[in-house]
């Protein structure tokens, strides 16, 4: 079982920057693929980034490529999503999901999610 507490949301004009956290409970947090997704409201949750059990392979969505990286700190067991340039249509909860196979989690089938932090980008 792993818990994932999402934190680091908050308001920031257009062109500012956030650093987004995601703290995994248990031991194996190594074991496991991370990605973050993000959903605005009322359109559907959309994949924004992940990385690998060892973090040599990230994947981003084409919306954030350049502007976000997507990091891990196995010893700390935490994944991080550093967005730069930040826009009114980055607007959304993100969230975090873990899953012990990768091409799962990047597909959003991961097992575990947290409950979101809300980012909010004023123009």
């Known amino acids: 079982q792993v818990q994932l507490v999402e934190s680091g949301g908050g308001l920031v004009q257009a062109g500012g920057s956030l650093r987004l956290s995601c703290a995994a409970s248990?031991?194996?947090?190594?074991?496991?693929?991370m990605a973050w997704f993000r959903q605005a409201p009322g359109k559907e949750r959309e994949f924004v980034a992940a990385?690998?059990?060892?973090?040599?392979?990230?994947n981003y969505a084409d919306s954030v490529k350049g502007r976000f990286t997507i990091s891990r700190d196995n010893a700390k067991n935490t994944v991080f999503l550093e967005m730069l340039s930040l826009k009114p249509e980055d607007t959304a909860v993100y969230y975090c999901?873990?899953?012990?196979?990768?091409?799962?989690?990047?597909?959003?089938?991961?097992?575990?999610w947290g409950q979101g932090t809300q980012v909010t980008v004023s123009s």
């Open positions: 990385i690998s059990q060892s973090g040599r392979s990230t």
């Open positions: 999901a873990a899953d012990s196979d990768y091409p799962r989690v990047v597909r959003a089938l991961g097992d575990y």
């Open positions: 248990g031991r194996t947090f190594s074991r496991y693929g």
